[in-house]
């Protein structure tokens, strides 16, 4: 499986960015797939997570209300909408899947894309 991300850059807070991750190579028991964000100085920590097959989602506390995943299933691509985004969302983010069935908040993802920088100015 690779994964390609894309989609991230300079915003003001309050502002929108949608962040794109280009899959392929993912078969059926590769059912499950993440987004990830990473600051200086700190440790990765868990944004969302989507089934690919049925879109179940969960999000991290964090964002939820305000970041959307969502994956076009005809495109292999994964999407995250963030919106009304703070500084405090500044990071590099990263898409990653799992080879198992059921979602994870957990990093254990066996696949990960490079990471795509967003910077949300004050």
């Known amino acids: 499986v690779q994964l390609q991300a894309s989609g991230g850059g300079l915003v003001q807070a309050g502002g929108s960015l949608r962040l794109s991750c280009a899959v392929s190579g993912r078969t059926f028991s590769t059912d499950v797939m993440g987004w990830f964000r990473q600051a200086p100085g700190k440790e990765r920590e868990f944004v969302a997570t989507?089934?690919?097959?049925?879109?179940?989602?969960r999000y991290a506390d964090s964002v939820k209300g305000r970041f959307t995943i969502s994956r076009d299933n005809a495109k292999n691509t994964l999407y995250l909408q963030m919106n009304s985004l703070k500084p405090e969302d500044t990071a590099a983010y990263y898409c990653?899947?799992?080879?198992?069935?059921?979602?994870?908040?957990?990093?254990?993802?066996?696949?990960w894309g490079q990471g795509t920088q967003v910077t949300v100015s004050s």
């Open positions: 989507i089934k690919w097959s049925v879109s179940i989602t």
């Open positions: 990653a899947a799992a080879r198992r069935l059921t979602i994870t908040t957990s990093p254990d993802y066996d696949y």
